[in-house]
């Protein structure tokens, strides 16, 4: 059972553990200056990156580093466009230096989430990315929630897509995300995490798993999931 991993990275302060994180992952969101992150961070994330063989992506989110982006921001589509391009092409700008390829979008915290119910803010998330980054075939592949709204607008809008899975978060009945504010909404029991991208992947419509760099324990729950796709069960 294969399956691409994922990690949010270039958000914390420990450098150890964000290169515990990354021997892990296939693919790395990199804050790019909104919820968190700078030109250092960035820098020091992608040569990470790319010593690894790791994907390199943009992880572009509400401009709001009190809140680290997980509370709904008042901004209409021009503004999310507007702030969205503005980040991506941060991070462009010096991986183009580092001689590396942004390959993937995707949203972070409460504007992913925003995203996963409200096409109009889809939309202006993959019109950022048009117009930032799209050059042919070169245009990034945008991560979204399996089986979600934004999903289908990118897809009409005639982007690529990959369907995400989350093994450290509790979904509810409808497939949404448990918001952070309630009871166990965290998995942070490695198992637990471990058996539910598996779960997840089984169950088809999944492209890649993530799990949170702050994630309590998140080095040991990327550990035990990569072993799980690896063996399937």
Same mark, same amino acid.
């Given at each position: ?116 119910? @409200?096409?109009?803010? +889809?939309?202006? =998330?993959?019109? *950022?990315?048009? $117009?930032? !980054?799209?050059? /042919? ?76 760099? @702050?994630?309590?324990? +998140?080095?040991? =729950?990327?550990? *035990?999931?990569? $072993?799980? !796709?690896?063996? /399937?069960?």
């Amino acid at each position: 059972m294969i399956c691409d991993l994922n990690c949010d990275l270039g958000e914390l302060d420990d450098l150890a553990l964000e290169a515990r994180l990354m021997e892990q992952i296939a693919s790395a969101n990199i804050a790019c200056g909104g919820h968190a992150g700078d030109e250092a961070t960035m820098e020091r994330t992608i040569r990470l990156a790319i010593a690894r063989g790791v994907h390199v992506g943009a992880h572009p989110g509400y401009p709001d580093r009190a809140n680290f982006g997980r509370i709904e921001m008042a901004m209409t589509e021009a503004e999310i466009e507007d702030t969205v391009a503005r980040q991506i092409a941060r991070l462009h700008a010096v991986a183009t230096r580092l001689g590396a390829t942004i390959e993937h979008v995707k949203p972070h915290g409460a504007l992913y989430n925003r995203a996963a119910r @409200d096409r109009a803010v +889809a939309h202006a =998330i993959g019109a *950022a990315v048009k $117009r930032t !980054l799209a050059d /042919g075939s070169a245009c990034p592949t945008l991560v979204g929630l399996a089986r979600s709204a934004m999903l289908d607008e990118w897809r009409e809008m005639g982007l690529r897509v990959a369907a995400e899975g989350f093994a450290d978060r509790r979904y509810e009945a409808d497939g949404t995300l448990r918001p952070r504010r309630l009871a166990g909404a965290l998995i942070v029991d490695p198992g637990k995490a471990a058996a539910q991208a598996v779960r997840l992947v089984r169950a088809g419509g999944i492209d890649t798993i993530c799990v949170h760099g @702050d994630t309590p324990g +998140a080095a040991d =729950i990327l550990q *035990a999931c990569r $072993r799980a !796709l690896q063996s /399937g069960r």
